[in-house]
């Protein structure tokens, strides 16, 4: 089976541009979350999309948004772009309907905001 | 909010069990506890979950204390590459994952 893929790996933006991160699902999930991880802490639930919606989120800001693909791929897209968004950004698929499904994570993308 | 408290780093030596406490106090019936570690410039991987009684797979086992509002993850025999931030976290109702700080578990050989 494949597992979650994300790209790019890096990425380095200056302050107030606009970023895409990708996601690929592993096969047979239905549902993707996504989350920001700090330096030193853990990740913070950002906003989670079954059947091409959004299901739930974080205490982020409208300028996070995302969207899901009937694929179930997935894109989260970050607008003016701050220093503190500096940060590693996980994809984690699981199934929903299973009520305790395990996620399973990419490796994530380092952004790096100037 | 995680709404789960762990220490913040344990050690242990190589070959010997490991014994990662989690406090849950205000988990409700419903909330399955989650495990999971994250290993350095990689994202987490799953552990162990569990609702009331008490769990084992491959990896580790998970021991959920009587009244569910704590809970220990346990390495049978710890080895270099299980040095990690271990993570433990209620699972609610909406299927949404809340992270906290995790323990750094350092391995000593």
């Known amino acids: 089976e494949t597992g979650v893929t994300q790209s790019p790996t890096h990425l380095i933006k200056t302050r107030g541009q606009q970023v895409t991160l990708r996601c690929s699902s592993q096969?047979?999930?239905?549902?993707v979350s996504w989350y920001q991880q700090a330096l030193g802490q853990g990740p913070q639930f950002i906003f989670q999309?079954?059947?091409?919606?959004?299901?739930g989120r974080g205490n982020f800001p409208p300028r996070f948004s995302g969207l899901q693909f009937p694929n179930y791929s997935s894109e989260l897209n970050v607008n003016a772009l701050e220093l503190d968004d500096s940060a590693l950004y996980l994809c984690?698929?699981?199934?929903?309907?299973?009520?305790?499904?395990?996620?399973?994570f990419g490796n994530g993308t380092r952004l790096t905001v100037t | 909010d995680a709404k789960t408290t762990q220490p913040n780093s344990m050690e242990s030596n190589e070959e010997e069990p490991v014994h990662l406490p989690c406090n849950h106090s205000?988990?409700?019936?419903?909330?399955?506890i989650h495990w999971y570690r994250q290993l350095p410039s990689q994202g987490p991987e799953y552990v162990i979950h569990?609702?009331?009684s008490n769990v084992n797979n491959r990896m580790a086992s998970l021991a959920i204390a009587e009244d569910r509002k704590s809970s220990t993850l346990i390495l049978h025999r710890a080895t270099l590459r299980d040095a990690a931030v271990y993570y433990c976290?209620?699972?609610?109702?909406?299927?949404?994952?809340?992270f906290g700080t995790g323990t750094s578990l350092t391995v000593i050989p």
């Open positions: 984690a698929s699981s199934l929903k309907g299973s009520y305790n499904s395990p996620l399973h």
């Open positions: 096969s047979g999930h239905n549902t």
């Open positions: 999309y079954y059947r091409e919606e959004e299901n």
């Open positions: 205000t988990i409700s019936g419903t909330d399955y």
């Open positions: 569990g609702l009331t």
């Open positions: 976290i209620r699972l609610n109702t909406g299927n949404q994952f809340y």
